[in-house]
């Protein structure tokens, strides 16, 4: 446990999770010294006692504290960070700072796609088996407000930014769903994206496990890297958990059958097998897993059925922010797709949509800051359409399709350009659904 009292702690970055660790240093005793670029923000520092420095960030304001907090969105690499990591000044993630302060054991998550899909699953599965659970992490829950919390395991959903600064942190079992292309736009390359997913791995021993994906090249040919105990989930091979004439097999016993997984898509096919490969280390029962998996509801804003007009069927998928996501999306779907692409772009290669798009998409309507890019990457002979939002987006999906066909919002790009996350522009297209449907009734 680590003492706060009187400790001098410095917070970069008054986000959500910096608030949340802030507002905890105060509650022990620390002295919060708060650094943000964000001017706004001065009046509540002032109300709540913080040192702070506004408007910029640098390290004479930091070079009295003992330790520093970094917020997920600020890059590991700015020159008055390698300032302050030159004057010895320890800086650690939100994550690693909270399990400080913990007794039982962290299920760590991460992956390109589908983190917040199996970090759910697990917590409903082991909430349903009696277990004392909490939820936390990039999921939207900040670590350190769950870790007085009486709990047998967290289950924390990771991202690459979080994993970035860590040196003590330590899950009992990791799970790496997947690496491949994405925030190309923070990293230099796709191997230091790579390699700081495998920062989950970073201290765990041969008394730790790893749920890992024989299909994922970058996870297979890094295997040496990897101290623990390693568990394998397949939908191709005959590995620890693996699919076989319809069902789902884990050692050779059956969990579920596939047909029974409420989830749409390939994708979620992996994550059930990976969310089995961690309950199955902690034992719980088969029978309570397959219930579990069965009564999942899944997440909002991934491969999200919202609507039906006149036999066209409208999917939010709006979660996908990277180009896998999207192509996983649309292995989910045989043909007929009209699919809305664009956004924010992150340095990804839209021309490896090309293949899967020829085969299952009989339009593309393109959206967003990226929609120039797209355009050039795609090959000529796809049809697309560019539109203004996402108003004539839906509109024009609709007006091009017939019934049997399935619009699919999976943008395969971030949302910053028009909307403040990815939920915001899911819950505008699910909302401009339902107004289409409505129509559709009173006409």
């Given at each position: 446990?680590?003492?706060l ?5 410095g917070?970069?970055?008054y986000?959500?999770t ?9 509650r022990k ?12 923000i ?19 304001f ?5 330790l520093?907090?970094i917020?997920p969105?600020?890059?590991?690499d700015?020159?008055f ?48 088996s009696?277990k ?9 829950f900040p670590?350190?407000?769950y870790?007085e ?5 967290f289950v ?6 979080q994993?970035?600064n ?15 292309p994405?925030?190309?736009?923070r990293y230099?390359?796709f ?6 997913k495998?920062n ?5 021993d041969?008394n730790?496990?790893?749920?890992l994906?024989?299909?994922?090249d970058?996870?297979m040919k890094?295997?040496?890297k990897?101290?623990?105990l390693?568990?394998f ?20 016993e059956?969990?579920?059958?596939i047909k029974?997984?409420?989830?749409i ?5 992996e ?5 089995i ?12 897993i397959?219930?579990?998996i069965?009564?999942f509801?899944?997440l909002e804003?991934?491969?999200?059925k919202c609507?039906e007009r006149?036999?066209v ?16 999306a649309?292995?989910s ?17 839209f021309?490896s949509l ?7 998409v ?10 120039e890019?797209i355009?050039?990457q795609?090959?000529?002979n796809?049809?697309m359409i560019?539109?203004g939002?996402m ?11 017939e ?9 395969a790009?971030?949302s910053?350009d028009m ?6 522009r ?7 659904v339902?107004?289409?449907i ?6």
């Amino acid at each position: 446990m680590y003492d706060l009292r009187n400790r001098k702690i410095g917070i970069i970055g008054y986000s959500r999770t910096g608030k949340a660790a802030a507002d905890f240093v105060k509650r022990k005793g620390g002295i919060v010294y708060i650094s943000d670029i964000n001017k706004k923000i001065e009046k509540e520092l002032k109300e709540k006692g913080y040192k702070y420095e506004l408007g910029k960030n640098s390290s004479d304001f930091l070079r009295e504290t003992e330790l520093i907090i970094i917020s997920p969105g600020v890059k590991s690499d700015l020159p008055f960070l390698k300032e302050l990591k030159e004057k010895g000044k320890k800086i650690i993630s939100e994550i690693e700072f909270a399990s400080y302060f913990i007794k039982g054991r962290i299920i760590g998550i991460t992956g390109s796609n589908g983190k917040s899909t199996v970090t759910s699953l697990i917590y409903h599965i082991l909430k349903e088996s009696g277990k004392k659970v909490e939820i936390v992490g990039n999921i939207g829950f900040p670590f350190i407000d769950y870790v007085e919390n009486d709990a047998d395991y967290f289950v924390v959903e990771l991202s690459s930014f979080q994993l970035e600064n860590i040196s003590r942190f330590k899950p009992y079992i990791s799970i790496l769903l997947n690496v491949t292309p994405d925030h190309l736009d923070r990293y230099d390359d796709f191997n230091e994206y790579g390699f700081a997913k495998f920062n989950i791995f970073k201290n765990q021993d041969e008394n730790d496990y790893a749920v890992l994906n024989k299909e994922d090249d970058f996870t297979m040919k890094n295997l040496d890297k990897i101290r623990a105990l390693k568990i394998f989930f397949s939908i191709e091979k005959q590995t620890d958990i693996y699919g076989k004439e319809g069902k789902i097999l884990y050692k050779g016993e059956k969990i579920i059958d596939i047909k029974d997984i409420p989830l749409i898509g390939i994708h979620n096919i992996e994550n059930v097998m990976a969310a089995i490969g961690c309950l199955k280390i902690i034992d719980i029962d088969n029978k309570k897993i397959e219930e579990g998996i069965k009564t999942f509801k899944g997440l909002e804003h991934r491969t999200e059925k919202c609507g039906e007009r006149n036999g066209v069927i409208f999917i939010n998928d709006s979660k996908a922010t990277n180009i896998d996501a999207t192509y996983k999306a649309l292995k989910s779907f045989k043909s007929n797709v009209i699919l809305i692409l664009g956004g924010k772009d992150k340095g990804g290669d839209f021309a490896s949509l090309n293949k899967i798009i020829k085969e299952r998409v009989k339009l593309v309507i393109l959206i967003g800051a990226s929609k120039e890019k797209i355009k050039k990457q795609l090959d000529s002979n796809i049809p697309m359409i560019e539109v203004g939002g996402m108003k004539e987006a839906v509109e024009k999906s609709y007006e091009n399709s017939e019934s049997g066909d399935v619009v699919l919002l999976s943008p395969a790009c971030a949302s910053f350009d028009m909307y403040d996350n990815f939920e915001e522009r899911g819950k505008d297209f699910k909302s401009l659904v339902e107004n289409l449907i409505r129509e559709g009734k009173n006409g």
